[in-house]
């Protein structure tokens, strides 16, 4: 039978050790703030700014936000990050996307100081990730790091399989675990037989964004399978890039969604953004 890996209590694990860290700061007269720019009012995007400013509440970081109208130009977002990067007492910036497609995107992250880049998506964040020095790390793939470990799941020596190779994960998902010092293999939608692939992974973490694609037969026997997909179904439920019902048999470890990947993503924003002070 398979163990779930309990996204959820991971989360409120990490986000409890914050809570201490950050009144521990406190205590010594830091504070630490976190600004969020919302651009236009996305409602997806609502949500997830939403849910940010509900973390900080709980741990205790300062949260400014910043709501612009969805006709802002290029020039108005840049004078703001220039502005943020200049306060001493601002120490992360995240910029909600998507964008409005009068503002470049790549642009905008890369005008964020790498200092304060708690999103990990600057350049250099990435730069440093792929040389192994220290540097805000995306916070998906942290997330699934964190539980991994958290969960007692060694990855030294293992197989591990990444399907996805956007920038925010499936990339920097492979480094993280050749890091921690995986096999690793990324896989792609130019990759041939992808089942046969997968089926050598000892650890499979699936960023496909498909809904459901991932069935029993891209599954080693005994593996460890991290979803981090998420979409709707046609009855609106929540489901990820695997077919739980028919994977979860045949692996030692998985995540669900909702409750695996997904709340781990806000908690290591908040773990950059504590760390963005020490
Ligand atoms: P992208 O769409 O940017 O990337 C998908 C990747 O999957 C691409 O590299 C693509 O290959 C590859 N791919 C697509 N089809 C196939 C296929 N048939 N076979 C093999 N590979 C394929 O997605 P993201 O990385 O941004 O996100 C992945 C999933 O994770 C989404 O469901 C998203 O919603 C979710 N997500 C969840 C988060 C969370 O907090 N839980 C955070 C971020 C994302 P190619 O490069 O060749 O096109």
Partial sequence: MAVLIDGKAISKQIKDELRDKVAELKAQGREVTLAVIQVGNDPASSVYVGNKKKACEYIGIRSLAYEMPEETSEEELLQLID?????????????????????????????????????????????????????????????????????????????????????????????????????????????????????????????????????????KEGAVVIDVGIHRDENNKLCGDVDFETVMPRCSAITPVPGGVGPMTIAMLMNNCVESVL
């Fill in 83 to 219: 502005e943020l990067n200049g306060r001493a007492d601002v120490n992360g910036i995240l910029v909600q996307l998507p964008l409005p497609g009068q503002i470049d995107e790549d642009k905008v992250i890369r005008r964020i100081d790498p200092a304060k880049d708690v999103d990990g998506f600057h350049p250099q964040s990435v730069g440093a990730l792929c040389i192994g020095q220290p540097g805000f790390v995306s916070c998906t793939p942290a997330g699934v790091i964190q539980l991994l470990k958290r969960s007692g799941i060694e990855i030294a020596g293992k197989e591990c399989v990444v399907i996805g190779r956007s920038n925010i994960v499936g990339k920097p998902m492979a480094l993280l675990l050749l890091r921690e010092n995986g096999t690793v293999t990324v896989a792609h939608s130019r990759t041939k037989d992808l089942k046969e692939v997968t089926k050598r992974a000892d650890i499979l973490i699936v960023a496909v964004g498909k809904p459901r694609m991932i069935t029993a037969e891209y599954i």
